[in-house]
């Protein structure tokens, strides 16, 4: 991956950190609300979900000979939902791992 689609992809994380509102890092001085992590992630999977669609329907569209659609840009979304799913996935099994070796505690 070349330097210029690093900085493309921690720009649009970025961008979608701005739309969900997340502003400052999470301490002691600002905690997290149970219920706001589960919104975040329920806009995490939306937005994941939104992105596929959008590949699927240009993917669609270009493949009904459509003319406005470019294969460029079919491509590239369907690379972006790809992406999107790969680290949506690699957050959930971090988050199992995290809740195993929280459950596996002796206490």
Known sequence: MSSLQ???????????????????????????????????????????????????????????????VDLSKVMIEVQKADLAFRAMTEVRNKLIDAYTQVMNMSV
């Open 6 to 68: 690093i900085a493309q992809v921690l720009a649009e994380m970025r961008s979608l950190q701005s739309r969900i509102g997340v502003s400052a890092p999470e301490g002691p001085s600002n905690p997290v609300q149970p219920s706001d992590f589960a919104k975040l992630m329920a806009n995490s999977v939306n937005q994941v979900a939104s992105m596929q669609n959008q590949a699927t329907a240009m993917a669609n569209a270009y493949e009904a000979g459509d003319k406005s």
